[in-house]
C-alpha cells in the first residue's frame, strides 16, 4: 500500500517553523533525522518534514528557490469545534496570522485558515 511518509517546507529558520508547529499542535521532534538542514515531526499518521534554503541546491532545485504567493496547505486536524476555537488564538500568540477565523465549510468541516510566522498557509480542521 502507498502511503505519505513527509511533507516537507522550506523554511528560512528550520527551528523556529518546526517550533511554532511542535508547539501549537503538540507533535513529537524525531531527534534521529535532525541534521543542520533538516527538522522533522511525528504527526501520528505521517511526517512534516523542514528543509532549510540550502536543500535546493542539494536537490538541485535552485532555479525553483526564489517562490512566490502560496504553494501548498498545510491542514491539521483536531478532535473538535472547540479545539479549532482554542487553537486559533495561540497560534496567533505564537506568530501566525488569522487570514479567515473559524467557520462551517458548505463540506461540513470547521475550520480557520492562517500563515504560519513564514507566511505559509495552514487550516485548523474539525470533520463534523
Same mark, same amino acid.
Given at each position: 500500500?502507498?502511503?505519505?511518509?513527509?511533507? #516537507?517546507?522550506? +523554511?528560512?529558520?528550520?527551528?523556529?517553523?518546526?517550533?511554532?508547529?511542535?508547539?501549537? %499542535?503538540?507533535?513529537?521532534?524525531?531527534? $534521529?533525522?535532525?541534521?543542520?538542514? %533538516?527538522?522533522?515531526? +511525528?504527526?501520528?499518521?505521517? !511526517?512534516?518534514? %523542514?528543509?532549510?534554503? $540550502? +536543500?535546493?541546491? *542539494?536537490?538541485? *532545485?535552485?532555479?525553483?528557490?526564489?517562490?512566490?504567493? !502560496? /504553494?501548498?496547505?498545510? #491542514?491539521?486536524?483536531?478532535?473538535? /469545534?472547540?479545539?479549532?476555537?482554542?487553537?486559533?488564538?495561540?497560534?496567533?500568540?505564537?506568530?501566525?496570522?488569522?487570514?479567515?477565523?473559524?467557520?462551517?465549510?458548505?463540506?461540513?468541516?470547521?475550520?480557520?485558515?492562517? *500563515?504560519?510566522? $513564514? /507566511?505559509?498557509?495552514?487550516?485548523?480542521?474539525?470533520?463534523?
Amino acid at each position: 500500500m502507498n502511503t505519505l511518509s513527509y511533507v #516537507n517546507v522550506f +523554511a528560512r529558520d528550520i527551528e523556529a517553523l518546526s517550533g511554532f508547529y511542535r508547539e501549537l %499542535f503538540g507533535f513529537r521532534h524525531i531527534p $534521529e533525522i535532525a541534521s543542520p538542514i %533538516f527538522r522533522g515531526l +511525528a504527526t501520528g499518521k505521517s !511526517c512534516i518534514g %523542514f528543509n532549510a534554503m $540550502e +536543500a535546493y541546491e *542539494l536537490l538541485q *532545485l535552485e532555479e525553483f528557490a526564489d517562490t512566490r504567493g !502560496c /504553494k501548498f496547505l498545510l #491542514n491539521i486536524d483536531v478532535a473538535s /469545534k472547540e479545539e479549532v476555537d482554542r487553537l486559533v488564538p495561540i497560534a496567533g500568540s505564537m506568530g501566525a496570522t488569522l487570514i479567515k477565523a473559524p467557520y462551517e465549510t458548505y463540506y461540513h468541516w470547521y475550520q480557520a485558515v492562517l *500563515l504560519d510566522p $513564514e /507566511k505559509n498557509v495552514f487550516r485548523i480542521n474539525h470533520m463534523l
